[in-house]
């Protein structure tokens, strides 16, 4: 045995590679993605990036029928995309052991919502461990195959940011030797969901649901801790760790098992305390089905929205609060902004000189939508711009041109379908794939049109003209958007053949290029008028000065000559060795 620091995130890979796992399949989401990129690191396991997670999703259930174990890896909005297919599983069931990590996002860190993953675990009838730190994301990831295969279900374990991110010590366990499982044979009454065989197995996913209710009684993952019994708290997840701090005399009745909960420990725990509280992120979710047990509980007055902390836990019960310093306030905004030298600052440019109305997509390029750029009109989710833009067309409401912008992951993800709407049903607007070879916005995952595997490995590179063109768009061209007037030109015919049309504005992300012969640039204030065009590039190597003139932080310039192409005044000239402005710079 041997312990090491571990993030939630790389404790549930070497949870999964203790279970004998054989395969990994995810799609990248914060606060999840580490999860396979660990477990791709092990030995014996094989893993891959899919397109999105049903997909993933999809391919898991098909390593199961096949009888081996697989973990499949995504962020909470990623479980509705995946959703389809997590429903209809709780009713086959599995072959080899089926565990689905989703990570949370409460206080939106990096997501565009709230959600609380426990509702699906309700809602698909499928159960959920919790994990409170990383020790317990190895063991109930481990656990969770052979509760999957015990109880021929798929199985959820859900962490959150905090879990998923934060280190604590883990002693680690060996491998188990590949479980022995049936391998693959047709089964039509367990594997095909026509109706008259899934009406059966809806009757046997309650049957199934029953032995998971008296196993989660007994499961070593729900405990009691007594300790003063004046306060009972039943708590889940990194709120447990919270509680243990904020409040250390109260007794806790620690859930790991929060789908199904446990019912008759839960009964039992109230009787033994004398007033009774829930403690829990996000969602009512245990509050209210205690509630329905008949149980009352100390209204906390804990909010739903956001993460918890010791602090408002230690509020909430009227212990005292840390001293802490007062946060200083006055310091400068800093707005998070697109990358110097990012090739989506190129089409913003443009798209703002065309007036265009832009409905966004989820991505770096989402960045746009923030002054100075101000440049994108919404963002809601993955593949959403390339509706939205069809639709804002048929509203006919919207100032024209209207154009969807969407990132070439997320346009592989879901944007494709989108795009085929729009041919079949007529649409004219405009679509711009910001094709920058990779998966930027999650930490540059491979993906289809990118041509990397999870593993570094070359694979086929998505040719996105000729899939568009194979779509049917009538109008398609390809552009670097680093090449700011070729891409404001482009993007003017684009909006104006009255067809639908397609531009891929392709420049790979700048943290992916070395830059060794690229020089920085400099503002010749005696050139300079302060007209500030280069400044509303939004460049976060341009700054405004106190002189008037802006001024480019050589450190930080990456030489990709945008603001040099919107310079009327040629005042934004190179600094190479040959360059001499007098001391000036
Ligand atoms: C359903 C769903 N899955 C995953 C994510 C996490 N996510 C946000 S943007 C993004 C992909 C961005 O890549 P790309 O479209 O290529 O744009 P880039 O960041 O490279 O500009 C991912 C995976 C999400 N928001 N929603």
Not at 274 to 299: H, I, T, W
Not at 345 to 352: M, N, T
């Amino acid at each position: 045995m041997s312990r090491l620091l571990m993030s939630g995130n790389e404790a549930v890979a070497r949870g999964a590679w203790e279970a004998g796992v054989k395969v990994g399949v995810g799609y990248p989401g914060t606060p999840s993605t580490e999860v396979l990129e660990n477990l791709v690191k092990y030995e014996d396991v094989y893993c891959e990036w899919a397109p999105n997670e049903k997909v993933a999703a999809e391919v898991a259930v098909g390593v199961s029928v096949g009888g081996a174990r697989t973990l499949v890896t995504m962020k909470h909005v990623g479980l509705n995309v995946a959703a389809d297919p997590l429903f209809t599983l709780a009713y086959i069931g599995v072959g080899g052991g089926y565990v689905l990590l989703v990570a949370d996002d409460p206080g939106m860190h990096s997501s565009q919502n709230e959600q609380d993953s426990r509702n699906y675990a309700a809602f698909a009838k499928v159960p959920m461990l919790e994990p409170s730190n990383s020790q317990e994301a190895l063991a109930f990831t481990r656990a969770a195959f052979g509760i999957s295969e015990e109880f021929d279900i798929p199985v959820l374990v859900r962490t959150t940011t905090r879990v998923a991110h934060s280190k604590s010590l883990v002693e680690r366990g060996e491998r188990d030797s590949q479980p022995l499982l049936p391998p693959y044979a047709p089964r039509v009454g367990k594997w095909v969901m026509m109706p008259g065989n899934a009406r059966v197995r809806r009757v046997d996913l309650e049957q199934r649901t029953e032995r998971l209710r008296a196993f989660s009684n007994d499961c070593e993952f729900n405990r009691i801790e007594m300790r003063d019994p004046s306060l009972g708290i039943i708590v889940s997840g990194i709120a447990y760790e919270y509680v243990r701090e904020a409040l250390p005399e109260a007794s806790v009745l620690k859930v790991g098992m929060v789908n199904p909960l446990p019912e008759k420990l839960i009964v039992e725990f109230a009787s033994k305390v004398e007033r009774l509280a829930v403690v829990e992120e996000l969602d009512p979710y245990m509050s209210l089905r205690l509630k329905a047990l008949g149980l009352s509980l100390v209204e906390t007055g804990l909010p739903v929205i956001g993460e918890l902390s010791p602090d408002r836990i230690a509020q909430a019960f009227g212990a005292p609060v840390r001293e802490t310093r007062d946060a200083i306030t006055d310091l400068p905004p800093r707005p998070p902004l697109l990358c110097a030298g990012c090739p989506h600052r190129g089409v913003y440019w443009a798209l703002g000189k065309l007036k265009a109305t832009v409905m966004g997509d989820i991505g770096c390029y989402t960045l746009g939508a923030l002054p100075p750029l101000s440049a994108m009109d919404s963002c809601v989710c993955m593949g959403a711009s390339v509706g939205m833009a069809h639709g804002l067309g048929l509203a006919g409401t919207a100032e024209r041109p209207v154009v969807g912008v969407i990132g070439d992951s997320t346009f592989a993800h879901s944007g494709i379908t989108g795009v085929l709407d729009m041919v079949y049903n007529g649409g004219t607007g405009t679509v711009v794939i910001l094709d920058n070879r990779t998966t930027a916005m999650t930490g540059h995952q491979g993906n289809p049109v990118s041509g990397k595997t999870i593993s570094g490995a070359e694979a086929p590179m998505l040719d996105l003209e000729t899939l568009v063109k194979a779509l049917g768009v009538p109008w398609v061209r390809t552009v670097d958007p680093l090449d700011m007037h070729a891409t404001l030109a482009v993007l003017t015919e684009a909006t104006q053949t009255g067809a639908m049309s397609v531009v891929i504005a392709k420049s790979p992300c700048v943290l992916l290029v070395k830059r060794d012969d690229q020089q920085p640039f400099a503002i010749d204030e005696d050139l300079c008028t302060a007209c500030g065009a280069c400044v509303r590039l939004g460049c976060p190597a341009i700054m405004k000065a106190a002189s008037g003139h802006p001024i480019i932080d050589t450190a930080s310039c990456v030489g990709c000559e945008q603001c040099v192409q919107v310079c009327r005044f040629e005042a934004i000239v190179s600094v190479g060795p040959a360059c001499d402005f007098g001391g000036g710079l």
